[in-house]
């Protein structure tokens, strides 16, 4: 694992949508605009969502999973390959160690999340390819994200730690780990 002080490593391969109707195949976009404690601008059912047993704001807002864990599942399963968007993640990245951020606040573009759990899988997994659901639990399938501060993403946009963030304390952004050895 690297460790790396105040520089951006790891960045955006893919963006996408989730469509109004659940199921439907999401739609693929070049910028996104997140708004903090809501979501994707546009991201149909998955915009400004509340808990039901709450009924306070959800933070399951953003989806995040590397392009290197989608190959090396398909690898596993004897797949061709998946294509952007099949996994249903909200962002594909490459370069970065995504699960190892689950904690900390990273900016990508000019917004900033929050890392706060793994993303867990669902059945329509294997609709994909049989075995693949299986493949993604564990902390294999990336990351949820809250939107902490507004603001645009796009395809190729740098992911790094989030510096200058109020109460975020100075230990914790040099800390930041990012990418793979």
């Known amino acids: 694992m690297a460790y790396v ?3 951006a490593t790891g960045k955006v391969v893919s963006l996408h949508l989730h469509p109004a109707e659940p199921g439907a195949p999401l739609s ?14 546009g991201n149909g059912r998955m915009f400004d969502r509340v808990s039901r047993r709450t009924g306070q704001p959800t933070k399951r807002q953003v989806s995040l999973i590397e392009r290197e864990q989608i190959a090396e599942h398909a690898e596993a399963l004897g797949h061709p ?3 952007p968007g ?3 993640s909200n962002i594909e990245t490459e370069g970065a160690d995504l699960v190892a951020l689950i ?4 900016r990508i ?3 900033v999340l929050l890392f706060y759990e793994p993303r867990t899988p669902c059945h329509k997994m294997d609709a994909l390819a049989q075995g693949l659901r299986e493949r993604m639990e564990n902390g294999r ?5 809250q939107v902490v501060e507004s603001g645009e993403i796009r395809v190729g946009d740098a992911i790094g730690p989030a510096h200058n963030v109020p109460n975020a304390s100075p230990r914790r952004r040099c800390r930041c780990r990012l990418g793979r050895n």
Do not use: N, Y
């Not at 399938?141 to 994200?145: D, I, L, N, Q």
């Open 5 to 7: 002080l105040g520089m």
């Open 28 to 41: 693929t976009v070049d910028l996104v605009e997140v708004v903090a404690g809501k979501g994707i601008r």
């Open 81 to 83: 390959g998946f294509t």
């Open 86 to 88: 099949d996994v249903r």
């Open 103 to 106: 904690g900390q606040q990273v």
């Open 109 to 111: 573009g000019s917004a």
């Open 141 to 145: 399938h990336g990351v949820m994200a």
